[in-house]
C-alpha cells in the first residue's frame, strides 16, 4: 500500500505549481483568492499536492507534478495512436522518452493535422473527449469553391449523416480564391471524420483540414511534429470547460 505523502505549506505548494514566489503566494492567500478541497484558504494551511484540489482566483491549478499535460501539432499521415501493429507512424514518435500512458484528446484521422492534446491525467482525458461536456473543436478546411451563405445555414441547422443528425456550432467562409475556399468549423461533436462527412453531405467534400484549437488551447504557431506543455491558464480553462458542461 502507497503511503500518503506528506502535507506541505500551501505557500509552497503553490510556488512549486509556477504561482510565483513564496511570498507571493502568501499573498494570494492572505487576499482570499486560494481554495482547497472547496474551503478558502488561510495562512498556515497545508495541502497533499497530488491530491489536493486547488483553485486560484476561480481556476484550477494543477499541483502534482507527476501530471503531463501537452499540445501537439500532429503532421498529416500520423495515427492518433501510440502504436501500430502495422508499422505507420504513431503519436508515440513526437512523446519525450521519459512519459508513458498518455492519452491523446482529440483524435484526428492520419489525413488530419493539427491540435491534439496529451496527457496523463485519464479523468481530464475522459471529460474533454466527451460530447456531454461540449468543449469546442475549431478546424480549418480547404474545400472546393465557391461556397453560398446557404450551406452555412444548412451546417447550423443539422445534415444528416448515416450515424445521425450533427450540427455546428459557428460555420464561416475564411477566404476564397477561384475554384477554392478556406473555411472555419466550430463543433463540439468528436464522432469520427465528422467535419469531413459534414462538408461533404453538403457538397464541399474537405481537401485538407487542420485543427486549430481545442476549448481554450490555440494551436498558435506550433509547428508540426513539435510538442510543448500546457501553460497555467490553458489548464485552469480546460478545466474550466469541462466543470461548465458537467452542470
Known sequence: MTEPEPLQRLQKVLAAAGLGSRRACEELIAAGRVTVDGRKAQLGDRADPRVSVVYVDGLRVVTDDRMVHLALNKPRGVLSAMSDDRGRRTLAQYVPGD????????????DSEGL?????????AHRLMHPSYEVAKTY???????????????LRDGV????????????????TDRDRALVEVVLHEGRNRIVRRMLAEVGHPVERLIRTRIGPVALGDLRPGVT??????????LYRAVEAGAR
Not at 480549418?140 to 444548412?154: E, F, H, I, K, M
Not at 444528416?160 to 477566404?175: H, I, K, M, N
Not at 510543448?228 to 480553462?237: D, N, V
Open 160 to 175: 444528416q449523416l448515416e450515424d445521425g443528425p450533427a450540427a455546428v456550432d459557428r460555420f464561416r467562409v475564411v477566404s
Open 116 to 124: 491534439l492534446l496529451l496527457t496523463n491525467d485519464g479523468d481530464l
Open 228 to 237: 510543448r506543455p500546457l501553460g497555467r491558464e490553458e489548464l485552469g480553462g
Open 99 to 110: 512519459v508513458t500512458r498518455l492519452f491523446h484528446v482529440g483524435r484526428l484521422d492520419a
Open 140 to 154: 480549418l478546411a480547404q474545400v472546393p469553391g465557391p461556397v453560398p451563405p446557404a450551406v452555412g445555414r444548412r
